[in-house]
């Protein structure tokens, strides 16, 4: 009798076992009030949806498994994503996907550290990787950004660059980026302005100075202006057309400047930056048609105002799907997570293509989009992908004319 009454005791531990419901709980970081806020829209939407299609695959395994997604909303600025993380901590969030923007982690990392939280990322300043850190970046680190853009200027202005004036925003993202510039390109002067900015005036005064010494010294072909911006680049260009010898010179941008849809948005803006041939970077990967790439896409489109997303709106598709893949396997340590998210990442072909990282937790490949503003038959201005850099040829090739599904795409919507 006993013995009958202790196995039906373990029959009924091990039905509670297997019916228990396993639930992954990640903390999503997203700047809805600061200079990304652009992006915030698209990144909720494709967490949702990430957090959506995992629910439904694991409904069809009949696992008994959820994801759940606590967020935290902040101002852009590395105090609010310090206190966002603290909450989603304190919530229970066993990773935390985000935040956008190097400054924003740079206020998270001693609460990731010290609480031995993962956070998965599409940062990429070089200052904050290092080895076995609390963090995996789905973007390539900036050293294969600045090989992209010396690549490009190369094929497209030759071996003799031009005389370059930066106008950056001063905090980490800008002032580490800024100097990098300097390494590929003739920086002739530097203007920074303070995150926040939407009176350019002085920036603008002491930008213009330069530009027009330049000018007189060299041509205005031979001068180009390279903005280190985010969403703050609209105002800054707006207002830069009241300059006749800002709208003279060639415009570059950097990846926060790239697709950003505060440009197109402004009128003077999207016409400022097509009257000087804005040609902006970004990180991206052509994917097949069918691929989850487009499935985030045209989510993303379909819930907000139809601007094109740029990749920091579907990398957190691949941001959640990689941190549930880890948390599957129940790891009690920072440095087991670390294990599995190398191990998923030497195996896991994302949206945005495969998820391989290096030592740092950057990612290790990655191509590159140069995007130019052009205006359709209707008139209206848009970003199109016009030169592409292949990462693993250490090439950059036109678009026009290539069978490539992500220029078709992008082209004909």
């Known amino acids: 009798m006993n013995r009958l009454l202790g196995l039906l005791l373990v029959a009924i531990l091990l039905i509670s076992v297997v019916s228990a419901e396993k639930q992954i709980t990640i903390g999503a970081i997203i700047d809805k009030s600061g200079d990304t806020a652009s992006f915030a829209p698209g990144i909720e ?3 949702d949806l990430a957090a959506s299609d995992l629910n439904d695959y694991y409904k069809k395994l009949n696992k008994t498994t959820t994801v759940i997604i606590w967020k935290e909303f902040t101002d852009g600025t590395s105090d609010s994503a310090a206190t966002a993380a603290e909450n989603l901590v304190s919530e229970g969030a066993q990773i ?3 935040p956008t923007t190097s ?9 990731l550290s010290r609480e031995k939280i993962l956070s998965i990322n599409p940062t990429s300043s070089v200052k904050l990787a290092k080895p076995e850190d609390s963090v995996i970046r789905l973007c390539p680190g900036d050293l294969s950004l600045i090989n992209a853009i010396a690549n490009y200027n190369t094929v497209i202005t030759g ?6 004036v930066v106008v950056s925003r001063g905090d980490l993202y800008g002032l580490d980026l800024s100097e990098k510039v300097k390494s590929i390109t003739q920086v002739s002067d530097t203007v920074i302005y303070s995150p926040g900015t939407r009176d350019f005036t002085n920036t603008l005064e002491k930008l213009n100075s330069s530009v027009s010494s330049l000018i007189d010294t060299y041509g205005e072909k031979n001068v180009c202006v390279f903005a280190i911006s985010i969403d703050e680049i609209s105002d800054l260009l707006a207002q830069a057309s009241a300059y ?5 010179v060639q415009w570059s941008g950097m990846d926060g400047v790239a697709l950003n849809p505060m440009i197109l948005r402004n009128e003077t803006a999207a016409q400022f930056a097509y009257d000087t041939h804005l040609a902006t970077i970004s990180f991206n990967i052509a994917q097949p048609a069918d691929s989850n790439y487009w499935h985030v896409y045209d989510k993303i ?3 907000t105002d139809g601007h094109q997303p740029c990749i920091y709106e579907i990398l957190p598709y691949d941001e ?4 549930t893949r880890i948390l599957e396997n129940n790891a009690s340590t920072l440095e087991q997570n ?3 998210a190398e191990i998923l990442g030497n195996n896991m072909y994302g949206a945005t293509g495969w998820l391989k990282v290096d030592k740092n937790g950057d990612r290790k490949y990655g191509d590159y989009y140069f995007y130019l503003p052009q205006k359709g038959p209707d008139g209206t201005i848009k970003w199109v992908p016009c030169f592409a850099y292949l990462d693993e040829l250490n090439t950059t090739i036109p678009l026009s004319g290539v069978n490539n599904t992500l220029l078709e795409k992008i082209v004909t919507k």
């Not at 071996?159 to 370059?164: E, G, L, N, R, S």
């Not at 959640?320 to 941190?323: D, E, G, L, R, S």
């Open 338 to 340: 670390l294990i599995f």
């Open 96 to 98: 935390i996907v985000g």
């Open 103 to 111: 400054e924003e982690l740079s206020g998270c990392l001693p609460v």
């Open 45 to 47: 939407t494709t967490i």
């Open 244 to 248: 006749p010898n800002l709208r003279k």
């Open 320 to 323: 959640v799907v990689m941190a």
């Open 301 to 303: 489109q379909a819930a």
């Open 159 to 164: 071996t003799i660059p031009q005389k370059t």
